[in-house]
């Protein structure tokens, strides 16, 4: 790769593989760019919505999140995340196909926090919709095997509207409320919780009220790639 056709060493690009989607996407949410402090490039993958990726874990969208991935190459990233930790399921598809490294899934973290606590403590996941995060997805990304509590979005009104439904609106202060309450309602169910990693993309911009809400550590696509960028970066 050439310093000529790719983001340079100092700046690296970073491309973003980008649902069909139309919520809102606030500062905080991978698809808004005022995300970062550094140039990313997204690239929606046509007809590839919520209900085809989260719902029916379509795996006829592989070649269509490859063939995106290759144009987000061929524009000069150095590596390539995505819109939705649901992509665990293609993670190896897409490291074997695409020439750059790949952070398919904010999930990839909960190896690193797995070393992060003791043996008797979990790790907390909060994902969009819990009945859609199977084992086959965990193990897309090898952590099939960590202990873990897992909850999911699904029964908080707005956040499951707008990122599962498709809503054009946001209420974030709804949304806040939300993802404390998940919070609170993950640490009462499993106090042995030690850290927790948001599987969804949507989930940053509320990430600061589950460290709140929490006392922990927590993960999430924005820290995956903030972590990316600082990877391929010199000087």
Not at 39 to 50: D, E, L, R, T, Y
Not at 126 to 141: E, Q
Not at 175 to 187: F, I
Request: proline share 5%; hydrophobic share 45%.
């Amino acid at each position: 790769m050439s310093a000529a056709t790719h983001g340079s060493r100092n700046s690296p690009l970073i491309g973003i593989l980008m649902l069909d989607t139309t919520f809102p996407r606030i500062k905080g949410d991978i698809g808004n760019p005022d995300t970062f402090s550094f140039p990313v490039v997204h690239q929606k993958v046509h007809g590839a919505s919520v209900q085809k990726l989260v719902i029916e874990a379509d795996t006829g969208l592989i070649d269509d999140f490859i063939a995106a991935g290759k144009i987000l190459v061929a524009k000069g990233v150095n590596a390539i995340a995505t819109s939705c930790g649901f992509l665990a399921l293609f993670h190896r598809h897409l490291v074997e196909a695409l020439p750059v490294p790949v952070f398919s899934s904010s999930l990839l973290q909960v190896h690193l926090a797995q070393a992060l606590i003791r043996r008797n403590q979990k790790i907390g996941i909060i994902t969009a919709r819990r009945s859609s995060l199977t084992d086959a997805h965990l193990a897309g990304v090898g952590i099939q095997h960590y202990p873990s509590a897992i909850i999911g979005m699904e029964h908080a009104p707005e956040f499951s509207a707008v990122f599962i439904g498709g809503k054009a609106t946001l209420d974030q202060g709804q949304c806040h409320r939300e993802m404390q309450a998940a919070a609170e309602h993950l640490m009462r169910e499993h106090p042995e919780v030690g850290v927790i990693v948001l599987e969804c993309t949507n989930m940053p911009p509320f990430a600061n009220t589950v460290r709140r809400a929490t006392g922990l550590p927590v993960f999430d696509v924005v820290t995956m790639v903030n972590h990316a960028h600082s990877l391929l970066t010199s000087g």
